[in-house]
C-alpha cells in the first residue's frame, strides 16, 4: 500500500507540473504566441492527468479531464476556432481541473455545480461545431454500460479483458497481476457511435489509420487486436498487415511489437473519435490518422505500396526522433525533404513526394516539436527533505567554518600564514556550496504568478469588473518554501487590489481611466532579496476614511499626527478592515495584518505606497532563501545581535552637534543636510530602560523596505559575517523586532534584527501602544 | 504431411503471457512437421499471433511443415481483425 501512496504522490507532483504547463500553454496561447505545439502540450497535460487519474480511479477527475481534453482535441484539430472566448473557457476549466485535482489530493467535496456548468460550457463549446464532438464528450458519465455489444461486433470476448465492464470482468481472475490501466479505458467511444453516424451526415469518407504498436502497448495490458476491434465497430474497415519486421522464431521477443497496421476505415465518425480508441495507448504507438479523401478503398496498389514504404521510412525516422510524441504528427504524412540516411525504399520515395508532399513547412515543425520536447534526463526528482537536510548540514558547515576561522584568529596566527591563506579557502569553497545548495531549492515565480492569474479572473468575475494581470519577471527565482508560502498573502492583495483598489468600469470611463483595470504583478532581485510588487491602477487609499476608520476602531488617538505613508501603513493594523461589509471577494477573514504578520514570518517585508486617483503598490520584499543572511555583527546592552547586511547603507559615530531632540523622546540626526530619525535599538527591544547617548554609540543607517531611513544606535560593531538562519518561529515563537536567530562562531545564540519592525515598533506601533493605552485607562 | 508430425493444441488462452512459453514451445519443436490443434482457443492477442506467423516463417525456411487444424472461431476472427489469413500461419513444403 506504500508503495501505491507513493505512486499516488508522484501522481498528484506530476499533475501540479501539468497543471502549470496548461495554463502556461493556455495563456501563450491567449497571448497569441502559441504554435501546434503549444496546443499539443496543453492537450498532452490535461490526457497524462486523466490517464494518471484513472490508474487511481480517481473517477469524477478523469470524467471532467475527459470533457476537457475533448475540446482541447477539438482545439488541436482545427475543429474549435481557438477563439479569446475559448481560451476564457480553457482557463477557467484549467481552475476546475486543478480543484479537482487538489480535491483529489486532499480530499474535500468538489463543487458539484461547477464542475458540471464547466462540463456543460466545455461540451457547448465542442457542440458548437458541425462535428458531433460533444456526444464523445458526454461519453465518459455512460461509459460504464458503453460495452454493450454493439451491431457487427465480433461475438468473440475480447482478447485480454482488461475492458472493465461487467461484461468482461469474467476474465479478471485470470490476470491478477495486470496492471488497472484501463480501468475506465477504452469504452466511451462505442456507445456514442450511433449518435455519431445518425448526427453527422457530412462526413463521408473516412480515415487512413496508421497504427504501429510499441511493446510498451502490450506490456500496459493492451491488446492490439481489441483497439482494431473497436475501429471495427465505427465501421466498414479494411486491415492490412506488415509483419515484414517479424523476426524468426528464434530471434523473436515474444513481447514485442512487430505488427505494422495500415486499416481503411470506412465511417461517419469523427478523427476525434477514430483518436479517443488509441487515446489510452497513443504514447505506446505510432498512430497516424488522416482522413480518407478519394473515398473508401481506391486507392491503387501500386500507390498503396508505396505509401507503406514511405510510412516505413517516416517510422525509420520517428524511431530516430523518438522524443517526439507519436500524436504531434498531424494528420498528414510528413516527410522530410533530406532523408538523414539513404534507405533501401529511397527510390519510391520519391515517386512518392507529390502524394506524400505534405508540406514544406513539416520539417521545421518536426524540428520545433523535437525541440520543444522534453528531454527525458534534464531533471531529477528529489524529495524536498533530502535537500533540506542538504541545506541544514551545509549550514552546519558555514557554521563550522567560521567557528574555525575565528579559533584560528584567536590563536593568532598570522593573516598570511599557510593556514589563514588555506581557511580562505575553504570559505570560498564553502560559499560557493551554499550558493550552489540554495540554488537546488530555488525555483522562478511563475507559478505563483500563474495561480494569480486566476485569482484576477475570478475575483473580476465575482466583481463585475474587467481586469487584465500583467507579469513580469516570473523568472525571478526564489527559495522554494518563500515561493510556497507567497500563495495566500499574494492572493489576498490581489483581491484587495481588485475588490478595493480598482473602480467599477463605468467610474473608471468617468474619471477618463480606460475601462479595464490593470493588476501588475513584478518580481525582481534587488540586493540579494527578491521584490515583489502588486500594484493596481485603480482609485488609491481613501486616507480620510482609513484614518477615520482608525480612529473608530481605537487604533489610532484621533489626534495623532500621521503621515499619508503612516496612514496607509494603518491597513496592516491588526483588526483594521475599510470593508463596511464584508464582501464575499476579500472579507474572508483576513485582513492586511495577516498578510503583514505571513510575510514577516517569511523574514520579509511588506510595504505600501498609494497615489489618490492612481492606484496602489504593494511591495513586499523577501529574502531569496531562508537559510543564510549576510550580517554585520553588532552588541547592544551586552547583547549580540546581527544586522542584515542587505539593510545596512552605512555606518558612522554620531557627533554632539549633529544630535537634535524632536518633541518628548525622538531623537534625529543629521546627516548630509537632511534629519534621519535616531533609534535606540537597545531601548527599542527593552534591553534598556534609559536610551544610550548616541555619542558613545555607533549608528548604523538602515534603509527600510518603504525607503525611509533610519539610524539603528548600537553600542558597537563587531564584524560582518555570513550566518545561517535558524526560525524563532519554528523552535519558539515570534518575537517583536527579532526576525531569525542564528549561532555565532563562538557558538553563542545571537538574533538577527528585523530592520522594519524596528523602525515600525517607534512609529506607528507606538502610537498603537499609545493609544491603547489611553484606551485602556479609559 | 509426413507421418513424424507433432500435433500440439494450443491452450484456450493466448494472451501476452503465453506469448513467451508458446515461443519456446514452438522452439523446441523445430525441424519437425509439426500440425497446431486451435481448436481450444478463447482468446488470442496480437502477440501470440506474431509467435505463429514468425513460427510459420521459420519452418517455410527450414523446409518443415506447419499446418493449423480445426481454428475455433475466436481464433479466426483475430485473424481476420488483424488483416491476416490463416494461410499466413501455414507452411507447406512437402
Redesign the interface.
Known amino acids: 500500500m506504500d508503495t501505491m501512496a507513493a505512486i499516488k504522490q508522484t501522481f498528484f507532483q506530476e499533475c501540479e507540473e501539468q497543471l502549470a504547463e496548461l495554463e502556461d500553454g493556455l495563456l501563450t496561447i491567449e497571448r497569441e504566441e502559441g504554435d501546434v505545439e503549444t496546443i499539443n502540450a496543453v492537450f498532452r497535460a490535461v490526457h497524462s492527468i486523466k490517464g494518471g487519474a484513472g490508474a487511481f480511479g480517481l473517477d469524477a477527475l478523469v470524467r471532467f479531464a475527459h470533457t476537457f481534453e475533448t475540446t482541447l482535441d477539438g482545439m488541436r484539430s482545427g475543429r474549435i476556432e481557438i477563439t479569446q472566448q475559448i481560451i476564457k473557457l480553457m482557463l477557467r476549466s484549467a481552475d476546475v481541473l486543478s480543484d479537482l485535482v487538489r480535491i483529489s489530493r486532499d480530499g474535500g467535496a468538489a463543487d458539484e455545480a461547477r464542475v458540471a456548468q464547466m462540463t456543460e460550457e466545455l461540451q457547448k463549446a465542442c457542440g458548437i461545431e458541425p462535428a458531433p464532438a460533444a456526444p464523445a464528450a458526454a461519453a465518459p458519465a455512460a461509459a460504464p454500460v458503453a460495452i454493450e455489444p454493439v451491431e457487427g461486433a465480433?461475438?468473440?470476448?475480447?482478447?485480454?479483458?482488461f475492458v472493465p465492464t461487467p461484461v468482461h470482468f469474467d476474465?479478471a481472475d485470470?490476470?491478477p497481476e495486470e496492471p488497472q490501466v484501463d480501468e475506465f479505458g477504452f469504452a466511451p467511444v462505442k456507445i456514442d457511435f450511433d449518435e455519431l453516424l445518425a448526427e453527422d451526415a457530412s462526413h463521408t469518407e473516412g480515415f487512413e489509420i496508421r497504427f504501429r504498436?510499441k511493446p510498451e502497448l502490450?506490456?500496459k495490458?493492451n491488446?492490439?487486436?481489441r483497439l482494431?476491434?473497436e475501429l471495427?465497430r465505427m465501421g466498414e474497415m479494411?486491415?492490412?498487415?506488415d509483419?515484414s519486421s517479424?523476426?524468426?522464431?528464434?530471434a523473436?521477443d515474444?513481447?514485442?511489437?512487430?505488427?505494422d497496421?495500415t486499416?481503411k476505415l470506412k465511417t461517419d465518425g469523427t478523427e476525434a473519435a477514430v483518436r479517443e480508441i488509441f487515446e489510452f495507448v497513443e504514447f505506446d504507438c505510432d498512430l497516424e490518422v488522416r482522413p480518407l479523401i478519394s473515398g473508401f478503398v481506391e486507392a491503387p496498389e501500386e500507390a498503396e505500396k508505396v505509401v507503406k514504404e514511405v510510412l516505413a521510412q517516416v517510422a525509420a525516422e520517428e524511431q530516430a526522433e523518438k522524443a517526439v510524441a507519436p500524436v504531434a504528427a498531424a494528420p498528414v504524412f510528413e516527410v522530410k525533404p533530406a532523408a538523414p540516411a539513404p534507405e533501401p525504399v529511397a527510390a519510391p520515395v520519391q515517386e512518392a513526394a507529390p502524394a506524400v508532399a505534405a508540406a514544406p513547412a513539416a520539417p521545421a515543425a518536426n524540428a520545433a516539436a523535437a525541440a520543444s520536447a522534453p528531454a527525458p534526463s534534464a531533471t531529477i526528482r528529489v524529495d524536498l527533505d533530502r535537500v533540506d537536510r542538504l541545506i541544514d548540514l551545509v549550514g552546519e558547515l558555514v557554521i563550522n567554518q567560521s567557528m574555525l576561522a575565528q579559533r584560528v584568529m584567536e590563536a593568532g596566527i598570522a593573516r598570511l600564514s599557510d593556514v589563514a591563506v588555506g581557511l580562505d579557502d575553504l570559505e570560498h569553497l564553502t560559499r560557493e556550496i551554499q550558493d550552489s545548495v540554495m540554488a537546488i531549492r530555488a525555483q522562478p515565480v511563475r507559478p505563483i504568478f500563474q495561480r494569480m492569474s486566476r485569482v484576477v479572473r475570478e475575483v473580476a468575475d465575482m466583481t463585475g469588473k474587467s481586469v487584465r494581470l500583467i507579469t513580469e519577471g516570473e523568472n525571478c527565482e526564489v527559495d522554494k518554501t518563500v515561493i510556497e508560502r507567497l500563495a495566500d498573502p499574494l492572493t489576498h492583495m490581489i483581491r484587495n487590489a481588485i475588490d478595493h483598489g480598482i473602480e467599477k468600469p463605468e467610474d473608471r470611463i468617468a474619471k477618463g481611466k480606460p475601462e479595464q483595470g490593470v493588476v501588475r504583478m513584478i518580481a525582481a532581485h534587488r540586493s540579494g532579496r527578491v521584490v515583489i510588487e502588486v500594484a493596481d491602477d485603480g482609485a488609491g487609499i481613501n486616507r480620510q476614511r482609513v484614518r477615520d476608520i482608525a480612529v473608530k476602531k481605537g487604533i489610532i488617538s484621533p489626534d495623532a499626527q500621521l503621515t499619508d505613508a503612516e496612514i496607509d501603513d494603518l491597513i496592516f493594523a491588526p483588526g483594521f478592515s475599510t470593508a463596511e461589509k464584508i464582501s464575499d471577494v476579500s472579507g474572508r477573514g483576513v485582513g492586511m495584518d495577516v498578510v503583514r504578520r505571513s510575510i514577516q514570518a517569511l523574514g520579509g517585508r511588506i510595504s505600501i505606497s498609494s497615489r489618490p486617483g492612481q492606484g496602489t503598490t504593494f511591495t513586499l520584499s523577501l529574502p531569496l532563501t531562508l537559510a543564510v543572511l549576510d550580517g554585520m555583527v553588532v552588541t547592544v546592552a551586552g547583547q549580540t545581535l546581527v544586522v542584515p547586511l542587505s539593510t545596512i547603507v552605512e555606518t558612522l559615530q554620531p557627533k554632539e552637534s549633529d544630535i537634535h531632540g524632536l518633541g518628548e523622546k525622538a531623537r534625529v540626526i543629521a546627516i548630509r543636510g537632511s534629519f534621519i530619525p535616531l533609534i535606540d535599538v537597545g531601548a527599542v527591544l527593552g534591553y534598556r530602560e534609559v536610551e544610550a547617548d548616541p555619542v558613545q554609540s555607533v549608528a548604523v543607517m538602515v534603509e527600510t523596505e518603504n525607503q525611509s531611513q533610519c539610524a539603528l544606535m548600537v553600542d558597537a560593531i563587531i564584524g560582518q559575517q555570513q550566518v545561517v538562519i535558524k526560525s524563532l518561529e519554528t523552535n519558539y515563537g515570534h518575537v517583536f523586532g527579532v526576525a531569525a536567530a542564528t549561532i555565532l562562531g563562538d557558538g553563542r545564540v545571537a538574533v538577527i534584527l528585523d530592520v522594519d519592525a524596528i523602525v515600525a515598533g517607534s512609529r506607528t506601533e507606538m502610537a498603537r501602544i499609545d493609544a491603547n493605552r489611553k484606551r485602556n485607562a479609559a | 504431411m509426413g507421418n513424424a508430425a507433432e500435433c500440439i493444441t494450443l491452450p484456450t488462452e493466448l494472451d501476452i503471457k503465453a506469448a513467451g512459453p508458446l515461443a519456446s514451445q514452438l522452439l523446441a519443436l523445430r525441424g519437425k512437421d509439426v500440425m497446431l490443434n486451435a481448436s481450444h482457443i478463447e482468446r488470442v492477442g496480437a502477440q501470440c499471433l506474431q509467435i505463429l506467423l514468425s513460427a510459420a516463417a521459420t519452418w517455410t525456411a527450414d523446409g518443415s511443415e506447419l499446418t493449423i487444424s480445426e481454428p475455433s472461431p475466436a481464433f479466426t476472427d483475430a485473424i481476420e481483425i488483424a488483416g491476416l489469413e490463416i494461410s499466413n500461419f501455414t507452411a507447406r513444403n512437402h
Not at chain 1, 154 to 161: I, K, M, Q, R, S
Not at chain 1, 238 to 241: A, D, M, N, P, R
Not at chain 1, 254 to 259: L, S, V
Open positions: 465480433a461475438l468473440v470476448p475480447d482478447e485480454f479483458g476474465f485470470e490476470q504498436p502490450y506490456a495490458a491488446d492490439a487486436l482494431l476491434r471495427g479494411e486491415v492490412t498487415c509483419y517479424l523476426p524468426h522464431l528464434d523473436i515474444p513481447e514485442g511489437a512487430y505488427f497496421w486499416i
